[in-house]
């Protein structure tokens, strides 16, 4: 007899390629399989359980990190844009990475130990970035640059097990931190019809608000398979059938995208963070801030041209940076990103 592990088959699969997020053992096995990861980037797709970042290099341009500043990745995420700034800040500076992820964020700091940068250089906290001057009196003062990255990454979008896809079937949950608050099943079964179509009109901008709410109203909605399919019925009928599939589909994200929001308060934290940041600078710090919905970027812009007329800020970007189409062709989940910037006074 012998205590050596047994040897575990990799997950069959039907066809040529896998479909499930569990059957890409290559692409979630990145050390191994980095050659697959590749060839999966160069059709324009993200592979599984990771992150592309976007507008990378505008986004150095604006933050422009030096050896020995003190900066902070507010949505650590995948670690994507905190891998391409750490190396610019040494010698003799650091980077605090931050997210409320508990599921993701070991994975990230693990990665971006792996490749170098120890504590002295990167230092990983799990919190809310609205409670980011409880940072300060770590980081010794105030920050030279801040990136907030909002929005939800693509390896929580991915993993059915998360519950924010309508691609495949999970449990309704959407919560960044699910060991926090409700999930989202729980908060559909407390609105009124009146309050959920509010909450897909203010969160998303839903067209259909009303007839969707409808048909969610009082119905026992556990599963995300389940909320694609009362969507579908409601919209039965609705579009022409040239368009259906393509409307069929921005109601589905527009639905998710707003419970997402509700769920995680993700409006109320982010109004709170713009409110708070600029105490947590340092005079002529620099400020990065990506969106991806009309609710995020509408915040951020009130936010910067307010301080600029108050005078804390001496420049803010007058319009969004969009991502080129090359990068918008190789990653197209970036096509809804807007970047905007502001310099400290």
Same mark, same amino acid.
């Given at each position: 007899?012998?205590?050596?592990?047994?040897?575990?088959?990799?997950?069959?699969?039907?066809?040529?390629?896998?479909?499930?997020?569990?059957?890409?053992?290559?692409?979630?096995?990145?050390? /191994?399989?980095?050659?697959?990861?590749?060839?999966?980037?160069?059709?324009?797709?993200? +592979?599984?359980?990771t992150?592309?970042p976007?507008?990378?290099?505008? =986004?150095?341009?604006?933050?422009?990190?030096?050896?020995?500043?003190?900066?902070?990745?507010?949505?650590?995420?995948?670690?994507?844009?905190?891998?391409?700034? @750490?190396?610019?800040?040494l010698p003799?500076?650091?980077?605090f #990475?931050?997210?409320?992820? +508990?599921?993701?964020?070991?994975?990230?700091?693990?990665?971006?130990?792996?490749? %170098?940068?120890?504590?002295?250089?990167?230092?990983?906290?799990?919190?809310?970035?609205? %409670?980011?001057?409880?940072?300060?009196?770590?980081?010794?003062?105030? @920050?030279?640059?801040?990136?907030?990255?909002?929005?939800?990454?693509?390896?929580?979008?991915d993993?059915?097990?998360?519950?924010?896809?309508?691609?495949?079937? #999970?449990?309704?949950?959407?919560?960044?931190?699910?060991?926090?608050?409700?999930?989202a099943?729980?908060?559909l079964?407390?609105?009124?019809?009146?309050?959920?179509?509010?909450? @897909?009109?203010?969160?998303?901008?839903? +067209?259909?608000?009303?007839? /969707?709410?409808?048909? !969610?109203?009082?119905?026992?909605?556990?599963?995300t398979?389940?909320l694609?399919? !009362?969507?579908?019925?409601?919209?039965k009928?609705?579009?022409?059938?040239?368009?259906?599939?393509?409307?069929?589909?921005?109601?589905?994200?527009?639905?998710?995208q707003?419970l997402? =929001?509700?769920?995680?308060?993700?409006?109320?934290?982010?109004?709170?963070?713009?409110a708070?940041?600029?105490?947590?600078?340092?005079?002529?710090?620099?400020?990065? /801030?990506?969106?991806?919905?009309?609710?995020?970027d509408?915040?951020?812009?009130?936010?910067?041209?307010a301080?600029?007329?108050?005078? =804390?800020?001496?420049? =803010?970007?007058?319009?969004?940076?969009?991502?080129?189409?090359?990068?918008?062709?190789s990653? +197209?989940?970036?096509?809804s990103?807007?970047?905007?910037?502001?310099?400290?006074?």
């Amino acid at each position: 007899m012998t205590d050596e592990p047994q040897h575990q088959r990799r997950i069959r699969y039907k066809g040529t390629h896998p479909r499930q997020f569990q059957e890409k053992y290559k692409e979630l096995d990145p050390q /191994i399989h980095a050659q697959e990861l590749e060839k999966v980037r160069e059709r324009g797709h993200t +592979p599984a359980g990771t992150h592309r970042p976007i507008c990378v290099q505008e =986004i150095l341009e604006i933050l422009a990190p030096k050896p020995g500043e003190v900066g902070l990745d507010a949505t650590l995420g995948f670690g994507g844009h905190a891998q391409e700034l @750490l190396p610019l800040l040494l010698p003799g500076g650091r980077l605090f #990475g931050i997210d409320v992820d +508990p599921l993701e964020l070991p994975r990230t700091e693990a990665r971006l130990r792996a490749l %170098g940068f120890g504590p002295d250089h990167l230092v990983v906290r799990r919190m809310n970035f609205a %409670g980011l001057p409880n940072l300060l009196p770590e980081v010794g003062g105030e @920050l030279d640059f801040v990136l907030a990255d909002l929005g939800v990454s693509s390896m929580q979008i991915d993993n059915p097990a998360r519950g924010f896809t309508f691609k495949a079937n #999970g449990p309704l949950d959407l919560r960044l931190n699910p060991q926090r608050g409700q999930p989202a099943s729980a908060l559909l079964q407390k609105l009124s019809e009146l309050d959920l179509a509010e909450l @897909l009109f203010t969160n998303s901008d839903e +067209p259909y608000a009303d007839t /969707i709410a409808a048909a !969610l109203h009082s119905q026992p909605v556990s599963t995300t398979g389940q909320l694609a399919d !009362l969507v579908r019925q409601a919209m039965k009928g609705v579009f022409r059938e040239e368009d259906r599939q393509q409307e069929l589909r921005k109601c589905l994200q527009r639905t998710f995208q707003a419970l997402r =929001i509700a769920v995680n308060d993700e409006f109320g934290v982010l109004d709170q963070f713009l409110a708070l940041l600029p105490r947590c600078l340092k005079p002529a710090a620099r400020v990065a /801030i990506l969106t991806f919905h009309s609710g995020e970027d509408r915040r951020v812009k009130k936010a910067f041209q307010a301080g600029l007329r108050e005078g =804390i800020y001496a420049r =803010i970007a007058e319009d969004p940076i969009r991502p080129g189409s090359e990068e918008r062709r190789s990653n +197209p989940r970036s096509a809804s990103a807007k970047l905007r910037w502001a310099v400290k006074a």
